[in-house]
């Protein structure tokens, strides 16, 4: 390549990365909105989370379509590919998250807006606080290209399923009591679900972050927190 060239395709994975970035500001906004939306019953913010969440599948499409561009222009080879690929891999993870949280905004509404068993939302606001951590640390693990710090956020990964099984029990527990407490109840399980689910995708990046800087597949045997016993609550349930 002429150092021209070189210039231009620095710049090309540097915008690249930026984008990641910038999806992962905005995925962390809408999660942290419709838990919000979810804390204060307010049906106004949780239309606005999904409103917004549009902009992050265009965002997406944006970081596939570019990535494709380099891919075809300059035909990288090692490091360079497999940041490409990661970059399209996280940009998904990202995506499902807006979505994720899309989804909680429109259980929001379809409560009205009602908070009837205060404790549990609080304890739903305590999951999303963990799990907001876990993506902002990795998201900053994927720029630092940092290892060690990926491999942290999946570990603690254990904390959130922990926390989610513990919930989900208490909800059961509230709607036996209570019939009245059903629907209400079924909505935060979707939710707490939903976070759950973030706690995931935080992982998937962090594993991601470790492929692209050795060039080595993380073995998929990381230890899931009473896996056995909440499929079968969720069976029974």
């Known amino acids: 390549m002429t150092n021209h060239t070189v210039v231009a395709y620095d710049q ?10 910038e999806m992962g500001g905005m995925a962390e906004g ?8 979810l804390v204060r019953g307010d049906t106004g913010l949780a239309q606005r989370v999904i409103l917004s969440d549009a902009r992050l599948d265009r965002l997406q499409r944006t970081v596939e379509e570019q990535a494709i561009t380099i891919i075809a222009r300059r035909q990288p080879m090692a490091s360079d590919l497999r940041q490409i690929f990661v970059a399209m891999r996280v940009s998904g993870d990202l995506e499902r998250v807006g979505d994720l949280a899309k989804s909680i905004a429109k259980r929001v509404i379809a409560m009205g807006g009602q908070v009837q068993v205060k404790s549990i939302v609080i304890g739903v606001e ?12 990795v998201l900053d693990a994927f720029t630092a290209r940092d290892v060690e710090a990926a491999m942290a956020v999946r570990e ?4 959130i399923d922990a926390l989610y099984t513990s919930l989900f029990r208490e909800l059961l527990t509230y709607m036996m009591e209570d019939p009245r407490n059903i629907t209400f109840c079924t909505h935060l399980l979707f939710c707490a679900k939903n976070i759950e689910r973030m706690g995931d995708h935080a992982t998937n990046v962090a594993e991601a972050v470790a492929y692209m800087v050795t060039g080595e597949v993380v073995s998929d045997d990381r230890p899931k927190v009473n896996d056995a016993e909440q499929m079968k609550l969720e069976g029974d349930a």
């Open 12 to 21: 090309e994975l540097k915008e690249l990365a930026g984008r990641i970035a």
């Open 30 to 37: 809408l999660v942290a909105d419709a838990i919000g939306a």
């Open 126 to 137: 305590h999951l999303a606080d963990i799990a907001l951590e876990q993506l902002k640390a």
């Open 156 to 159: 603690r990964d254990e904390q």
